[in-house]
């Protein structure tokens, strides 16, 4: 993607991600500061774009510390039953720590489990959003579903970007997306400034809502001011 361009598929696609943003309820607080839980697939397929979304996270903080900053987690699993989740970082040297020299390795996905620890976290404590960056499933999915379900009746909207394609982790996805009043974006190797956008504008919504985003968009254009001119 370059400038204010998009290719008419991909331009879709984020138009109806961000749309589905601004729609999302008003997340923070006047005067609190957001949580937003960062989850990713780390099994071993996923290792290049692990490596990606390290070095895109620090963009997720800078684009919030004028709204009074986001308080983020890091959730992962790999390998056999292991699962992740970090304490509640306020800056993103600390993220970057936690991120920094991790391996992805073999195993199932666990995606269930990270929505049933985001639902356990929203009951404690109010939570923003739920980022997602996956590209498998391999689980019972109506039990995912109802997972999903619980985090919209929570107020809790899933935004998950799914890498690689797939129709069957595809539909799932969007499920998930529905049942949480979240949104669903598809991306590639090839889609990091697409990718960087979207998390950037995801984080300024759950640290100052939806009008926090439209400013957010005015002044950085590309993908989410190409959206925002749709939304009136």
């Known amino acids: 993607m370059s400038g204010s361009k998009l290719p008419t598929a991909g331009q879709a696609a984020v138009d109806a991600f ?3 943003v601004r729609a999302a309820p008003k997340p923070v607080p006047a005067g609190g500061r957001g949580r937003l839980v960062f989850a990713l697939d780390a099994t071993l397929s996923r290792q290049p774009t692990w490596d990606q979304a390290t070095k895109l996270q ?3 903080f800078r684009e919030t510390q004028a709204l009074g900053g986001l308080d983020l987690q890091l959730v992962y699993y790999r390998g ?3 699962f992740y989740a970090s304490p509640w970082l306020a800056e ?16 199932q996905t666990q995606i269930e489990r990270m929505l049933a620890h ?3 976290e929203a009951k404690a404590k109010r939570v923003a959003a739920l980022v997602f960056i996956g590209d498998a499933f391999e689980e019972n999915a109506d039990a995912v579903c109802r997972k ?3 985090l919209g009746l929570l107020g809790v909207p899933v935004f998950v970007f799914h890498e690689g394609g797939g129709e069957q982790p595809a ?5 998930i997306a ?6 669903y974006c598809p991306f590639d190797a090839g889609s990091a400034k697409q990718l960087r956008e979207l998390l950037s504008a995801v984080a300024v919504y759950a640290a100052g809502g939806r009008a926090a985003l439209e400013h957010h968009a005015k002044k950085t254009g590309g993908a989410a001011l190409l959206l925002t001119h749709r939304l009136g």
């Open 80 to 82: 056999f039953h292991d």
């Open 171 to 175: 539909r799932v996805f969007r499920e």
């Open 18 to 20: 961000l749309a589905k």
């Open 58 to 60: 620090a963009d997720m």
């Open 178 to 183: 529905r049942l949480s009043k979240g949104a």
């Open 118 to 120: 985001t639902v356990d």
């Open 148 to 150: 999903a379900g619980e």
């Open 92 to 107: 993103s040297g600390a993220l970057l720590r936690h991120m920094t020299g991790v391996d992805c390795q073999g195993g």
